[in-house]
């Protein structure tokens, strides 16, 4: 049974730094890629950030430069370090993991089988 549990969400100011964690269980995080996604209220589910079992990455444009997503394969959890952040990415963020892809650095939400509960950011 995999589960996903994210951590670490919260409400800060604008400019400040935010790190999320999602704890990966019955599943190894090394293995495949896994995702960060976020939802603001009215909207769809958007991509934020990919990375790849051998560590490539990608981001979606509007957090280039701001966020670095990571794996720590010791610990078996998916981190999203959020600098310079802004009222815009106030959302829910989830992470996801897929069974399928290993190197493909997708951001679609239909490429994802495995989702966390979500936590809450909020950026005022």
């Known amino acids: 049974h995999v589960q996903l549990v994210e951590s670490g969400g919260g409400s800060v100011q604008a400019g400040g730094s935010l790190r999320l964690s999602c704890a990966a269980s019955?599943?190894?995080?090394?293995?495949?890629?896994m995702a960060w996604f976020r939802q603001a209220p009215g909207k769809g589910r958007e991509g934020v950030a990919v990375?790849?079992?051998?560590?490539?990455?990608k981001y979606t444009d509007s957090v280039k430069g701001r966020f670095t997503i990571s794996k720590d394969n010791a610990k078996n959890t998916l981190d999203l370090q959020m600098n310079s952040l802004k009222p815009d990415d106030t959302a829910t963020y989830y992470c996801?993991?897929?069974?399928?892809?290993?190197?493909?650095?997708?951001?679609?939400?239909?490429?994802?089988?495995?989702w966390g509960q979500g936590t809450q950011v909020t950026v005022s």
């Open positions: 996801a993991g897929t069974s399928v892809y290993k190197f493909s650095l997708r951001l679609g939400e239909n490429d994802y089988n495995y």
């Open positions: 019955g599943y190894t995080v090394s293995s495949y890629c």
């Open positions: 990375i790849a079992s051998d560590g490539d990455t």
